[in-house]
């Protein structure tokens, strides 16, 4: 986040003078008490919502993965960027500070306050913009339904490439809960715990929290400093209410810190394709810092018994966040300071859905609803001069060589409905359509002194620049499906889908707000999902296409004089994806999931890069970013009785191949095939409430890019790395 913006105004004061694999996620999740509430209908199902009513995940049309809470523990999955780690569909890059998730190599590069996601991650249907405390609610956690594609119909919000759906543990009829201790390297220490509390025959309560900790994967040289480090507490309160028959209610309040060093990055050459070198040990100059205070309220009502079998949900929620980030960027122009981007967002959320659904066991099925979505932001950031060197005749320390002070508002509005229709007893039609409507009005100014940010020989007087911009947008979107449940066990499904993300606008401090327009992606997907051997093979396909129009990338302008993000034209994306569990009685259990991608920018594509003088490059038949085009993920685990109790051992592998982090596929931004390991051991002790685990993530040590940017400015490449080899001893109990 903050190099996008570092980028913009450097270039521009330069010029004044950036499965899936279902890992541990059982065909038949048989969760741990209190722990996941994943729902069977049926041996070897699970309930979903992915199509906002509760359906059996294989006979859902929607190509998704589904983890519950025990399995994601048991693979180490204990924020968003690891869920890359268990479904080969996803891929998510980090951006000092802030992420953004790829699903089917579709992604939005824009995490300025203007942008919006391509795969936006909704907390028990609460969506915001902003990713800073998505990592501290994953915990307590039900399930995760990660759905690939678009889901422009029923859940909006700019889903162009997919959706992740964190589902908390709800509160629940009967007295119990769980804590969870995880010790292990680089002074990790994670705690986690809940307990339900049935207050009444008809009210219960339920309250979670979490504390993790670990010391940082990175050491910053010159200032002693590690980063990559995580120190995160939340808590949570829900209560859940049935007044009378038919209405049920929840209240739900969240309370989020993290106070930490939190990313740190290695700058390298400027264009030279060189070894990784050291990913442990770096040169850091300022210290980084990361804080957040957050809270969060959500609710959501529903009454059950209105005339003709309808069902009315209302679902709302308001969330705020208090996020301060600061990076070094010393280095990251020739001028001699110390120096920090000072990042601070303050992020007020509201969601507001209200939706009335019929009773989904009819020949004919329906729902229909409003949905209403504001953010106000207040941003104060910039780059900052700690100290400056000492032999100048004028000092610039501790002053801001530019500084944004903008208000933005973000509104979103949307109308939508899904009616199926069953043709037959196995053959059901589904038709949807949603219209969006998106408005984003900034306000407030830039200042820059040019002698504190480019040469501070410049006395010019420091001067303001508006930051003003207003986008308005909308757009109609549909989809269209054809299933066929051939046998109670096989289910096959056509579908058509398109997806809307809004646009926005662009200004680096020192010119005009310059917008872009929305994207589009329309979608045709056929699926298969299999349970076989009764039930104990599962085998899933995706074949899919998906023409992308009006790709939002970074590039640069003469209206700006620097980079930022613009539609540069169109993509195309073709995959298919396959998901195969077997369970062998006696012997094992094996998974295995794969996602093929074939990427490619339209021919003929002229986008400028953010060189001095900038260059227009051709990048028609490019790959897109972040979309590699084969990755794989298997894993076999085995249990038996060793007398005082079940032991069980998994082994888990994933395998990607090389991709790009820019459309311009250079060499020097590609992360390289790489293949890591992790391993875990499980003890349950007959007749007693314990679990014991060891555990070995990143068996190998293998270095594995995070993310890889081309800064201009400072003739450097900034490099992020994912997690070393981590390892520990867990234990759980249960009551």
Same mark, same amino acid.
């Given at each position: 986040?903050?190099?996008?913006?570092?980028?913009?105004?450097?270039?521009?004061?330069?010029?004044?003078?950036?499965?899936?694999?279902?890992?541990?996620?059982?065909?038949?999740?048989?969760?741990?008490?209190?722990?996941?509430?994943?729902?069977?209908?049926?041996?070897?199902?699970?309930?979903?919502?992915?199509?906002?009513?509760?359906?059996?995940?294989?006979?859902?049309?929607?190509?998704? !993965?589904?983890?519950? %809470? =025990?399995?994601? $523990?048991?693979? #180490? *999955?204990?924020?968003?960027?690891?869920?890359?780690?268990? @479904? /080969?569909?996803?891929?998510?890059? !980090?951006?000092?500070? %802030? =992420?953004?998730? $790829?699903?089917? #190599? *579709?992604?939005?590069?824009?995490?300025?306050?203007?942008? @919006? /996601?391509?795969?936006?991650?909704?907390?028990?249907?609460?969506?915001?913009?902003?990713?800073?405390?998505?990592?501290?609610?994953?915990?307590?956690?039900?399930?995760?339904?990660?759905?690939?594609?678009?889901?422009?119909?029923?859940?909006?919000?700019?889903?162009?490439?997919?959706?992740?759906?964190?589902?908390?543990?709800?509160?629940?009829?009967?007295?119990?809960?769980?804590?969870?201790?995880?010790?292990?390297?680089?002074?990790?220490?994670?705690?986690?715990?809940?307990?339900?509390?049935?207050?009444?025959?008809?009210?219960?309560?339920?309250?979670?929290?979490?504390?993790?900790?670990?010391?940082?994967?990175?050491?910053?040289?010159?200032?002693?400093?590690?980063?990559?480090?995580?120190?995160?507490?939340?808590?949570?309160?829900?209560?859940?209410?049935?007044?009378?028959?038919?209405?049920?209610?929840?209240?739900?309040?969240?309370?989020?810190?993290?106070?930490?060093?939190?990313?740190?990055?290695?700058?390298?050459?400027?264009?030279?394709?060189?070894?990784?070198?050291?990913?442990?040990?770096?040169?850091?100059?300022?210290?980084?810092?990361?804080?957040?205070?957050?809270?969060?309220?959500?609710?959501?009502?529903?009454?059950?018994?209105?005339?003709?079998?309808?069902?009315?949900?209302?679902?709302?929620?308001?969330?705020?966040?208090?996020?301060?980030?600061?990076?070094?960027?010393?280095?990251?122009?020739?001028?001699?300071?110390?120096?920090?981007?000072?990042?601070?967002?303050?992020?007020?959320?509201?969601?507001?859905?209200?939706?009335?659904?019929?009773?989904?066991?009819?020949?004919?099925?329906?729902?229909?609803?409003?949905?209403?979505?504001?953010?106000?932001?207040?941003?104060?950031?910039?780059?900052?001069?700690?100290?400056?060197?000492?032999?100048?005749?004028?000092?610039?320390?501790?002053?801001?060589?530019?500084?944004?002070?903008?208000?933005?508002?973000?509104?979103?509005?949307?109308?939508?409905?899904?009616?199926?229709?069953?043709?037959?007893?196995?053959?059901?039609?589904?038709?949807?359509?949603?219209?969006?409507?998106?408005?984003?009005?900034?306000?407030?100014?830039?200042?820059?002194?040019?002698?504190?940010?480019?040469?501070?020989?410049?006395?010019?007087?420091?001067?303001?620049?508006?930051?003003?911009?207003?986008?308005?947008?909308?757009?109609?979107?549909?989809?269209?499906?054809?299933?066929?449940?051939?046998?109670?066990?096989?289910?096959?499904?056509?579908?058509?889908?398109?997806?809307?993300?809004?646009?926005?606008?662009?200004?680096?401090?020192?010119?005009?707000?310059?917008?872009?327009?929305?994207?589009?992606?329309?979608?045709?997907?056929?699926?298969?999902?299999?349970?076989?051997?009764?039930?104990?093979?599962?085998?899933?396909?995706?074949?899919?296409?998906?023409?992308?129009?009006?790709?939002?990338?970074?590039?640069?302008?003469?209206?700006?004089?620097?980079?930022?993000?613009?539609?540069?034209?169109?993509?195309?994306?073709?995959?298919?994806?396959?998901?195969?569990?077997?369970?062998?009685?006696?012997?094992?259990?094996?998974?295995?999931?794969?996602?093929?991608?074939?990427?490619?920018?339209?021919?003929?594509?002229?986008?400028?890069?953010?060189?001095?003088?900038?260059?227009?490059?051709?990048?028609?038949?490019?790959?897109?970013?972040?979309?590699?085009?084969?990755?794989?993920?298997?894993?076999?685990?085995?249990?038996?009785?060793?007398?005082?109790?079940?032991?069980?051992?998994?082994?888990?592998?994933?395998?990607?191949?090389?991709?790009?982090?820019?459309?311009?596929?250079?060499?020097?931004?590609?992360?390289?095939?790489?293949?890591?390991?992790?391993?875990?051991?499980?003890?349950?002790?007959?007749?007693?409430?314990?679990?014991?685990?060891?555990?070995?993530?990143?068996?190998?040590?293998?270095?594995?890019?995070?993310?890889?940017?081309?800064?201009?400015?400072?003739?450097?490449?900034?490099?992020?790395?994912?997690?070393?080899?981590?390892?520990?001893?867990?234990?759980?109990?249960?009551?």
């Amino acid at each position: 986040m903050q190099y996008q913006r570092l980028l913009e105004c450097l270039l521009a004061s330069g010029a004044m003078m950036i499965s899936a694999q279902t890992a541990f996620a059982q065909v038949a999740p048989k969760p741990a008490p209190d722990s996941t509430q994943a729902v069977a209908l049926e041996e070897n199902t699970v309930v979903v919502t992915a199509n906002r009513i509760r359906s059996n995940a294989q006979t859902t049309a929607v190509a998704l !993965s589904v983890f519950n %809470g =025990a399995a994601l $523990a048991d693979a #180490g *999955v204990g924020n968003v960027q690891a869920l890359q780690n268990i @479904d /080969p569909s996803i891929n998510v890059t !980090s951006s000092a500070g %802030g =992420a953004y998730v $790829a699903v089917r #190599g *579709v992604a939005s590069t824009d995490t300025t306050e203007t942008g @919006d /996601p391509a795969v936006p991650i909704a907390r028990d249907g609460f969506f915001t913009n902003r990713s800073f405390s998505v990592g501290s609610s994953m915990y307590d956690v039900e399930r995760v339904e990660v759905l690939k594609g678009p889901q422009g119909t029923l859940f909006g919000r700019n889903s162009t490439g997919g959706l992740i759906n964190i589902i908390t543990a709800k509160p629940r009829e009967n007295l119990g809960g769980y804590l969870s201790a995880d010790i292990g390297s680089f002074s990790t220490v994670n705690l986690e715990g809940a307990v339900n509390l049935p207050l009444s025959d008809t009210v219960q309560m339920r309250f979670s929290a979490l504390s993790r900790r670990h010391d940082g994967y990175r050491h910053l040289t010159g200032i002693n400093q590690d980063g990559d480090d995580e120190n995160t507490k939340s808590a949570r309160l829900q209560l859940a209410f049935q007044p009378v028959s038919g209405f049920e209610g929840l209240l739900s309040y969240q309370k989020d810190k993290i106070d930490s060093v939190g990313e740190v990055t290695k700058g390298v050459p400027l264009a030279v394709v060189t070894a990784v070198g050291d990913a442990r040990r770096f040169p850091g100059w300022a210290p980084v810092s990361t804080k957040l205070d957050g809270e969060r309220w959500r609710w959501e009502f529903s009454y059950q018994r209105l005339p003709g079998d309808l069902t009315l949900t209302y679902a709302g929620g308001y969330d705020k966040q208090d996020y301060k980030h600061n990076t070094d960027v010393t280095g990251f122009a020739a001028y001699p300071a110390t120096r920090w981007f000072k990042q601070g967002e303050k992020p007020a959320t509201r969601n507001h859905e209200i939706r009335l659904a019929t009773s989904q066991s009819g020949r004919f099925t329906a729902q229909a609803g409003y949905f209403y979505f504001t953010e106000a932001n207040t941003i104060d950031s910039g780059i900052y001069n700690l100290a400056m060197q000492a032999d100048l005749p004028v000092s610039y320390a501790n002053t801001y060589g530019i500084k944004f002070d903008y208000m933005i508002q973000t509104k979103t509005q949307g109308l939508f409905s899904q009616v199926g229709w069953k043709l037959s007893d196995d053959l059901k039609l589904t038709v949807g359509g949603r219209y969006s409507r998106d408005e984003k009005l900034r306000t407030g100014e830039a200042r820059l002194l040019l002698g504190a940010l480019v040469n501070p020989f410049i006395g010019a007087p420091a001067f303001s620049t508006p930051g003003d911009g207003l986008v308005k947008e909308s757009k109609p979107t549909f989809q269209l499906g054809l299933d066929w449940t051939l046998t109670p066990v096989n289910f096959l499904y056509a579908k058509y889908a398109t997806g809307y993300k809004a646009g926005g606008f662009n200004s680096n401090g020192s010119a005009a707000s310059i917008p872009y327009s929305s994207e589009s992606v329309k979608s045709f997907e056929l699926g298969s999902k299999n349970s076989l051997w009764g039930r104990k093979l599962k085998f899933n396909a995706a074949l899919f296409y998906q023409d992308y129009q009006n790709y939002q990338a970074t590039q640069t302008t003469d209206a700006l004089s620097s980079g930022g993000i613009f539609n540069v034209g169109k993509a195309s994306i073709k995959g298919l994806e396959t998901e195969l569990v077997a369970t062998l009685p006696g012997i094992a259990r094996f998974d295995f999931a794969a996602t093929l991608l074939n990427t490619k920018f339209a021919d003929g594509i002229i986008v400028s890069e953010g060189s001095t003088p900038p260059a227009n490059r051709n990048i028609g038949g490019n790959a897109l970013p972040n979309a590699p085009k084969f990755v794989m993920t298997a894993g076999v685990q085995r249990s038996g009785d060793v007398g005082a109790g079940e032991l069980m051992g998994r082994l888990s592998v994933k395998h990607s191949t090389a991709y790009y982090y820019s459309v311009f596929n250079d060499a020097d931004v590609r992360s390289p095939a790489y293949t890591t390991a992790n391993a875990l051991l499980s003890f349950k002790p007959t007749a007693t409430d314990w679990e014991f685990q060891a555990y070995v993530n990143n068996l190998t040590d293998k270095v594995v890019m995070s993310n890889m940017t081309r800064n201009y400015s400072s003739q450097l490449n900034v490099w992020q790395f994912q997690a070393p080899r981590t390892y520990g001893v867990r234990a759980r109990y249960s009551f």
